[in-house]
T-cell receptor, first 114, second 116 residues
Framework: AQKVTQAQTEISVVEKEDVTLDCVYETRDTTYYLFWYKQPPSGELVFLIRRNSFDEQNEISGRYSWNFQKSTSSFNFTITASQVVDSAVYFCALSAGTASKLTFGTGTRLQVTL | GAVVSQHPSRVICKSGTSVKIECRSLDFQATTMFWYRQFPKQSLMLMATSNEGSKATYEQGVEKDKFLINHASLTLSTLTVTSAHPEDSSFYIC????????????FGSGTRLTVV
């Protein structure tokens, strides 16, 4: 069975602070994919990143960066210099393949204030 | 590319009526469609997985007679909530998977269902 844990329910930061969202996963599959999605108040899911289990390279995209560590089964997401527009719910998710279901974590609500 | 259109975005219906939600892949063939349900301030829970031309596979605890899923073509899947009740009020979102979806999944924009 697959499981994704996002222990942080809500995080509140002041604009320009850095913030890290934690994600820990469990799976018995040797090949799997990890995702991060952003869900703004409007409800749609915005894809942020996909990482497969064989690629442990960290990724940076603008103010966003991801740290994948198989040894600790973690896939953490850092926003540098946060902005008010970053306020949303962020979901970490796991799948065994693109034809397989996505298992979502419970989400972390990020509030960025001025 | 890889766009999924979901309609309606919002619907209010009376208790006891049925509601159909459509999910269309506009520019690719969706071999697999997933339907999720999300209660307020909660995570997305998979309801069912459907492959084109096959019966949907429902997750444990999801009533297949209440939530009818049809995936008759490679570009269209529908979810019908039959005899809706207030407890069915939720946010429903579909996801399509196909060869064109390079990162794996494309989500619709979701449907907010309110049963009164």
């Amino acid at each position: 069975a697959q499981k994704v844990t996002q222990a942080q329910t809500e995080i509140s930061v002041v604009e320009k602070e850095d913030v890290t969202l934690d994600c820990v996963y469990e799976t018995r599959d040797t090949t799997y994919y990890l995702f991060w999605y952003k869900q703004p108040p409007s409800g749609e899911l915005v894809f942020l990143i996909r990482r497969n289990s064989f690629d442990e390279q960290n990724e940076i995209s603008g103010r966003y960066s991801w740290n994948f560590q198989k040894s600790t089964s973690s896939f953490n997401f850092t926003i540098t210099a946060s902005q008010v527009v970053d306020s949303a719910v962020y979901f970490c998710a796991l799948s065994a393949g693109t034809a397989s279901k996505l298992t979502f974590g419970t989400g972390t609500r990020l509030q960025v204030t001025l | 590319g890889a766009v999924v259109s979901q309609h309606p975005s919002r619907v209010i219906c009376k208790s006891g009526t049925s509601v159909k939600i459509e999910c269309r892949s506009l520019d690719f063939q969706a071999t697999t469609m997933f339907w999720y349900r999300q209660f307020p301030k909660q995570s997305l829970m998979l309801m069912a997985t459907s492959n084109e031309g096959s019966k949907a596979t429902y997750e444990q605890g999801v009533e297949k007679d209440k939530f009818l899923i049809n995936h008759a073509s490679l570009t269209l899947s529908t979810l019908t909530v039959t005899s809706a009740h207030p407890e069915d009020s939720s946010f429903y979102i579909c996801s399509a998977s196909g060869q064109v979806t390079t990162y794996g999944y494309t989500f619709g924009s979701g449907t907010r269902l309110t049963v009164v």
